[in-house]
């Protein structure tokens, strides 16, 4: 009895993490670029499954922080801004995927706020 009670919570375990990244499309690498004083400034954000992400500024480690996924929201938080506070942001899928657009809800970062709002992603395999 013991046994199959352990089987079922380790079975129902293992199909609640395999559907983790079909739940969460923002897993993977997106990428934008756009002109920062007179020069082309390059960020690539990759979103990992574990709920953490890793933010590049032309190929050099930026900022990590963590995200969640509800639906059409991302709530993220980061060192640079506060890492014990969540931003929301409204998520505005194109395509199949292919690309992101982030629509501040709430965001008391400035910084963050002014570099992201209404920025679109390119998905990087998408990007070629």
């Not at 079922?8 to 756009?34: C, D, H, K, Q, Y």
């Not at 979103?47 to 996924?69: C, E, I, M, R, S």
């Not at 292919?98 to 992201?116: A, L, Y």
């Amino acid at each position: 009895m013991k046994k199959a009670f352990f089987t079922s919570l380790m079975a129902m375990a293992l199909i609640s993490f395999s559907f983790t990244n079909e739940n969460n499309p923002l897993v993977g690498r997106w990428e934008f670029a756009t002109k920062y004083q007179e020069s082309t400034l390059n960020i690539l954000t990759v979103f990992k499954a574990d709920g953490t992400f890793d933010l590049f500024a032309n190929k050099k480690p930026l900022v990590t922080g963590t995200y969640q996924v509800k639906h059409d929201t991302l709530f993220i938080a980061d060192a640079l801004c506060n890492a014990n506070y969540s931003a929301t942001y409204k998520l505005k899928f194109f395509g199949k995927q292919d690309s992101v657009q982030f629509n501040v809800i709430q965001d008391t970062c400035i910084r963050r706020k002014t570099s992201v709002n209404g920025v679109t992603y390119k998905n990087a395999l998408a990007v070629k």
